[in-house]
């Protein structure tokens, strides 16, 4: 009915909540870079890898966990399966924590930002998969009703 988008959504708040303290920690982390390496705007931090890394790690959350998180937000809105929010909903949440890692530190870096940026890409897709089921109408509820 007209009340169905009141709906609680106490999933999605949880690892929103988990993607904020996330964002959080790299927005103050590369604010922290660009005052000790005084690249205070911008293009200075292209000429310095510690604060380029920093950067670049908190642009790209930017750039990818809203949208997925709106994608979590219309799967519990339509009622899809809780046991899928949570499980997409902590895999995402881990795959990011990796990915920043990633970006911030040299060693290894590629491998923690394959598997964070193909974590990524996968909970995308699959959440945009399930979104368009619910809409056809396929049955992905908890109960099975």
């Keep these: 009915g007209t009340m169905d988008i009141l709906s609680s959504v106490p999933i999605v708040a949880f690892y929103a909540a988990g993607h904020a303290l996330l964002h959080c920690f790299l927005s103050l982390d590369a604010v922290r870079a660009r005052i000790k390496t005084d690249a205070h705007l911008g293009e200075p931090a292209f000429s310095n890898e510690f604060t380029l890394r920093r950067v670049r790690a908190h642009a790209n959350n930017v750039e990818y966990v809203p949208l997925t998180l ?30 920043s890692f990633g970006l911030r530190h040299g060693t290894l870096s590629k491998y923690y930002r394959y598997t964070g940026f193909w974590g990524t890409m996968f909970t995308m897709v699959s959440l945009t998969l399930l979104n368009v089921l619910l809409a056809l109408g396929v049955n992905l509820t908890a109960s099975g009703t």
């Design 70 to 99: 709106l994608l979590f937000l219309i799967f519990e809105l339509n009622h899809g399966a809780p046991i899928l929010s949570h499980a997409f909903g902590a895999f995402f949440l881990t795959v990011r924590i990796i990915h």
